[in-house]
């Protein structure tokens, strides 16, 4: 039977319900800010994926020197962009 929604009893024997506790968890009292996430494509993801690309293409020596063709896009236009294919010996178009 249940008494006030935290004890079972079974006979003689007391069945509490288990207390939970979040080990580092704190309480938050504080309003959170809730701004939207940013999403999409960061320069730094494709500044990832293209190193990625020049490791599969360095794995052909037929390639070196090769010209990286890119649809003008801000993002493949950027500085960081063009010294990681630059400094691998590849050109931008």
Do not use: W
Request: hydrophobic fraction near 35%.
């Amino acid at each position: 039977m249940l008494t006030g929604g935290k004890e079972q009893r079974a006979g003689d024997i007391i069945i509490e319900e288990p207390t939970i506790e979040y080990a580092g968890v704190e309480e938050s009292t504080v309003i959170e800010n809730n701004k939207p996430v940013a999403k999409g494509t960061t320069t730094a993801h494709f500044v990832r994926y293209i190193n990625e690309l020049l490791d599969i293409m360095d794995m052909d020596e037929s390639l070196m020197g090769s010209y990286l063709v890119m649809e003008y896009c801000t993002i493949y236009k950027s500085h960081p962009t063009i010294r990681k294919i630059e400094g691998r010996d590849y050109r931008v178009m």
